[in-house]
């Protein structure tokens, strides 16, 4: 899923924002890990997992800043198929022609 909202005003205030969206999340959520990330236009990798409809649910997010934009492209996957995908989102990142979001 791509979404974009308003930015918090740098990648490292809206990194901060979305892991403290991500730990708010109900019942729970766990944050795994926050990376830089330097292909394509994004610029910070997280990977977390939460649970719906009492099923665990592992994701990858990635997130850019561009001017007053903060942009997300969430990809996620059940335990079962999540570690064979990672390259599969981290590909879709990577190559997606995402110019025509950020201008």
Avoid at 40 to 50: P, V
Wanted: hydrophobic fraction near 45%.
């Amino acid at each position: 899923m791509l979404s974009t909202i308003e930015s918090a005003g740098s990648i490292v205030a809206d990194s901060a924002r979305a892991i403290l969206e991500t730990m708010s999340m109900e019942p729970w959520s766990h944050v795994v890990s926050v990376n830089p990330w330097e292909d394509g236009i994004f610029q910070r990798r997280m990977q977390f997992i939460y649970e719906i409809d009492s099923k665990a649910v592992a994701v990858t997010k990635f997130t850019a800043t561009y001017g007053d934009t903060r942009i997300d492209l969430t990809c996620s996957a059940g335990f079962d198929v999540y570690p064979r995908l990672i390259p599969v989102f981290d590909g879709i990142a990577v190559t997606s022609p995402f110019e025509e979001v950020v201008g």
